[in-house]
């Protein structure tokens, strides 16, 4: 007779989930319906209706007066409008780093120009502007644009970027499609995304912000088929406008951003001291005190990102490395220019995302610090 034995405790025991690395939210629908009951009452869906209107305002409330905010469907084309609107020569180069997200690079060659890679400051992970500007006669062609990003939203020198427009004459547009908590000058054009990955997000969205008012209209007019007051199209141009669905959550989202922010700040501040016995860990400087963003992006030992990865995979803690190996690491950009990447190439060996979100919770952070320890061992 066979003995069927009881399966051990061990076989029984559910396996943890896996902890996502990003876990976004929106705001609820009963946060969102009285605007949606607003579009029904107003039978206006989208072309510039008073939820945009509304929103580009509230945008607009965050930066001195005067400034100019221009709402389109995405960061990469709030990227890609706003160089066309700068009106650069076709081709030319942009000064842009390799240390950022494809989308930069994408925007860049959507808007007729050429992508040039630059690498960063190894503290900041940001373009140095006075490198750049000691860079540009090794360009092989005429350096139309630079565009300093913001690494995963920790703000930039913007002074010393002002600065360095002024003494080459180079127009510089900011990438800082995470920096919403932080962007507030619009002096330089600045682009934020409002993807649902991104701290105040609307699900799909960016703007651009900027105190250039015929820049804004001419970006406008860009996200409008060329329209400018009349039915005459003066431009080539496209479609990016956002519907007054996609304003509606972006209402929604900026009622609750306050307290979001603070949200943000305190699964920040509980994660920094859950890994305080972790040393090997580096936060970015100011991140969750300073300033705040929804990705949490670690330095760790040198070279070390493949196996600490891997290990907290196995670990079923999941981590992104949110740039990839750098932007010009990616196929579609195999073949642009580029100066020597050797502090990208080592930011992309040792700097990995992970799991964050507004509602991290104690149990999580310790699962993080376990897994983490443990993976730091196996170096
Ligand atoms: C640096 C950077 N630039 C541009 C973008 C593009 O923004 P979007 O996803 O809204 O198109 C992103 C998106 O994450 C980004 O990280």
């Not at 500007?133 to 565009?147: D, E, K, Q, T, Y």
Request: contains cysteine; charged residues 20%; proline residues 7%.
């Amino acid at each position: 007779m066979s003995v069927r034995h009881a399966p051990s405790r061990d076989t029984h025991a559910e396996p943890a989930a896996r902890l996502a690395v990003a876990r976004p939210r929106l705001p609820a629908a009963e946060a969102i319906l009285p605007y949606l009951q607003r579009i029904d009452g107003a039978r206006w869906y989208s072309n510039f209706g008073p939820l945009l209107t509304e929103l580009e305002q509230r945008l607009a409330d965050r930066f001195p007066v005067g400034t100019q905010i221009v709402t389109v469907a995405n960061g990469t084309q709030a990227l890609t409008l706003a160089l066309m609107a700068m009106d650069l020569p076709a081709g030319g180069h942009v000064a842009m780093p390799a240390w950022t997200f494809v989308a930069t690079a994408h925007a860049v060659l959507q808007a007729g120009l050429t992508p040039w890679f630059l690498d960063v400051d190894p503290e900041t992970w940001a373009l140095d502007p006075v490198a750049v500007a000691a860079r540009l006669p090794s360009s092989g062609r005429p350096v139309v644009a630079a565009i300093p990003v913001s690494p995963f939203g920790r703000p930039l020198d913007l002074a010393a970027w002002r600065a360095f427009r002024a003494e080459t004459g180079v127009p510089v547009l900011v990438d800082a499609a995470a920096g919403f908590d932080t962007t507030s000058d619009a002096r330089l054009p600045t682009v934020v995304s409002l993807h649902a990955t991104k701290v105040a997000g609307a699900g799909e969205g960016g703007f651009l912000a900027t105190d250039d008012h015929a820049l804004a209209e001419r970006m406008r007019a860009l996200s409008t088929f060329g329209f400018k007051g009349t039915r005459d199209s003066m431009f080539a141009a496209t479609n990016a406008k956002l519907s007054e669905y996609t304003a509606a959550v972006g209402l929604a989202s900026q009622d609750g951003w306050p307290a979001d922010r603070l949200r943000f700040l305190r699964a920040a501040q509980m994660l920094r001291i859950g890994l305080t016995g972790l040393p090997q860990v580096q936060f970015q400087a100011g991140w969750g005190s300073d300033w705040i963003t929804s990705v949490c992006s670690v330095t760790l030992p040198q070279g070390s990102a493949d196996s600490v990865e891997a290990s907290l995979a196995a670990q079923g803690v999941d981590t992104r490395r949110w740039w990839g190996l750098g932007c010009h690491a990616s196929p579609a950009f195999a073949d642009l220019p580029r100066e020597p990447l050797d502090i990208t190439d080592r930011l992309a060996g040792c700097v990995i995302g992970l799991p964050f979100s507004i509602d991290l919770t104690r149990a999580e952070i310790s699962r993080i610090a376990a897994a983490l320890r443990q993976a730091l061992t196996e170096l």
